[in-house]
């Protein structure tokens, strides 16, 4: 062999053990993750948004952050599920893109993540009542339209978010270019007997024996009127999600969840607190939440857009569906998401970005609230 191709040889060698020798590429710690994270969304845009802050609703201070590639585009109002499930940080990856289109707000309702670091637990745990939270959501909404300077906004609601948008839709058309609704709450008591069904009839086809013991064990389940025991309604939680009914064909939504600790909007200590919030949201609050029925809403004055998982027994897709055929509105329209359950945004992120802009943009495209098409 010349001596050039055993030089050449050599060199080839030795950086493969050299490469071999190092640590493999990072990120190696979250703040490594969430920086790399926040400079691919980065909004470089001159007249654009990217902020969080606090703001005064409702006497104690709550946190949003605002997005937007223009702020000529129209107003989209997360509000989040849970309660407590807040949608904020999980954001970077559920609402990839939607800053192109909208100015996208996300709320942490009080007692929720930021919103919950943000205070005294012990002073604001008494005010967790689903009044203050419905007056909450038109204090924002309010801030909303008057800070950006929109006469309507769009409100998206999320599971028990979508109980605060339907009211508020319902008491506040004026206020907003359209509705939409994403694992639409209607008659909550209906929606967790149908889960329990649900839940049951796959615990006895996969022959689970625990899942059957435990299912019977709150039987009849929400049977009343009176609120489900908290520990009753984890029960049947436990099994419905482990059967797909929250994340299709998954045991849970904690693939969801883990997303919370890359959140470029989060503090350490605030991800370590978010679940603390959530616990104490539903301890406060959920109960309360699942006597709701909305199906008395049989009118609205502001256009409807209902996103539903096909597979969603978390907050029965059917129920919802039923409502939607009967409801009259200037204009409503359903989309179903043929591979989620609950998680939609999580599970099919594309799908519900095109949606938004295939069905809610040209709303406000059409009286003048969004960027000319040629700046976009």
């Excluded at 490469?19 to 990120?27: D, H, K, L, S, T």
């Excluded at 849970?252 to 370590?272: I, K, Q």
């Excluded at 055929?325 to 989620?340: H, I, N, T």
Aim: glycine letters at 8%; hydrophobic letters at 45%.
């Amino acid at each position: 062999m010349r001596k050039e191709s055993w030089l050449l040889l050599a060199v080839l060698l030795l950086g493969g053990i050299q490469a071999q020798a190092q640590e493999a590429p990072g990120p190696n710690c979250r703040a490594e993750a969430v920086k790399v994270i926040a400079d691919l969304r980065k909004i470089v845009a001159p007249e654009g948004l990217e902020r969080t802050e606090k703001l005064r609703i409702g006497g104690i201070d709550q946190w949003v952050s605002v997005r937007s590639r223009d702020p000529r585009n129209p107003v989209l109002l997360v509000l989040h599920g849970g309660p407590g499930w807040v949608a904020m940080p999980t954001s970077w990856y559920v609402a990839h893109g939607w800053d192109e289109f909208f100015t996208v707000i996300q709320w942490d309702q009080r007692g929720a993540g930021k919103t919950y670091g943000a205070n005294d637990a012990a002073t604001v745990a008494p005010t967790l009542t689903v009044d203050r939270m419905h007056a909450d959501a038109a204090e924002v909404v309010q801030w909303a339209r008057k800070t950006f300077r929109k006469e309507k906004v769009f409100v998206l609601g999320h599971s028990w978010g979508s109980i605060l948008g339907l009211t508020l839709a319902a008491k506040h058309p004026e206020w907003l270019h359209a509705y939409i609704g994403v694992g639409q709450g209607i008659d909550a008591m209906e929606s967790e007997r149908r889960g329990w069904a649900w839940a049951m009839e796959q615990a006895r086809a996969a022959k689970n024996e625990e899942a059957i013991r435990d299912l019977n064990s709150i039987a009849p389940y929400a049977a009343g009127k009176e609120p489900v025991p908290l520990k009753d309604i984890m029960v049947q939680r436990r099994w419905l999600n482990f059967f797909g009914g929250a994340a299709w064909r998954r045991p849970d939504a904690s693939f969801e969840g883990a997303a919370m600790a890359l959140s470029p909007e989060y503090t350490d200590e605030e991800v370590r607190q978010v679940w603390k919030a959530e616990e104490l949201s539903v301890e406060r609050l959920l109960s309360a939440i699942l006597t709701t029925d909305l199906s008395q809403v049989k009118r609205l004055k502001t256009p409807l857009l209902l996103f539903l998982g096909r597979h969603d027994y978390n907050v029965s897709a059917t129920v919802a569906a039923e409502w939607f055929a009967g409801v009259k509105a200037p204009s409503k329209q359903l989309v179903w998401f043929e591979q989620s359950a609950h998680e939609l945004m999580a599970e099919e992120p594309g799908k519900v970005l095109l949606s938004l802009v295939r069905h809610a943009r040209p709303i406000a495209e059409r009286v003048g609230d969004a960027a000319p098409a040629s700046s976009k």
